[in-house]
């Protein structure tokens, strides 16, 4: 089973608009943290904002909020006021803590966000 | 502060011939991490290390090798380049001191095998 899975391969916003993309995760882990990096054209892996599972309230980085809800094993990024530079590969990861000594993240296949003038 | 850098950024390989890719970071990260990312796909683990010396594998280690001599420096070597390995390799670096410590990446190495 995929360990984390981003349904949306492509999506459009109108610029000024708030987005959400989507990621579900798979773990029987309690103890796990949830990152989002953008990857833009160019090609560099940006972090953006994590999430753990202990954490009471989700997190938020400036215009990007994590909407975690962990019954349903979802942590979806929401990008409010999107702009032009939005546009971009964005990846969902997990690192889980059981059996993970190197702390290695698992990638989701990534959805990728056109911001519209 | 570079951060972490990869050289080459660009290399076209034909089949069969080796190439070793340097990943070096000036952060004194413990933990260090060779990705692949293939077209339209997330990062895979290829190997990975959590200290100078050591060395483990990650998802897909078959055709790669890779040591860590010194803390700074993680080497990513392809002993008989196949095509399957055209590929954007990542690397990527971390404390893990804490939960939230995220991985830093470098800017990525474009490999071509003909």
């Known amino acids: 089973a995929q360990k984390i899975t981003q349904t949306q391969p492509g999506m459009f916003v109108q610029e000024k608009e708030a987005v959400t993309l989507d990621c579900t995760y798979d773990t029987s882990d309690p103890s796990y943290g949830l990152f989002w990096y953008k990857q833009p054209s160019s090609g560099e892996m940006i972090f953006l904002i994590y999430q753990g599972s202990y954490d009471q309230q989700n997190a938020t980085e400036g215009r990007y909020s994590l909407n975690f809800q962990k019954a349903r094993k979802s942590a979806n990024l929401v990008i409010s006021a999107s702009q032009l530079g939005d546009s971009a590969m964005y990846f969902c990861a997990m690192r889980e803590a059981l059996y993970n000594a190197g702390n290695m993240l698992t990638f989701g296949g990534g959805t990728r966000l056109m911001v519209k003038p | 502060n570079a951060g972490v850098t990869q050289t080459p950024k660009f290399r076209v390989l034909k089949t069969g011939q080796s190439m070793t890719l340097l990943c070096a970071q000036d952060m004194n990260h413990e933990y260090m991490y060779w990705y692949r990312q293939d077209p339209g796909m997330g990062l895979r683990l290829i190997h990975y290390?959590?200290?100078?010396?050591?060395?483990a594998k990650g998802e897909v280690p078959d055709g790669y090798n890779v040591s860590r001599l010194k803390k700074q420096n993680f080497l990513l070597g392809l002993e008989s380049a196949a095509p399957s390995q055209t590929s954007v390799y990542f690397c990527a670096s971390t404390f893990v001191l804490a939960d939230a410590d995220e991985q830093f990446f470098g800017p990525g190495t474009r490999l071509t095998v003909l």
């Open positions: 290390s959590v200290g100078e010396g050591t060395t």
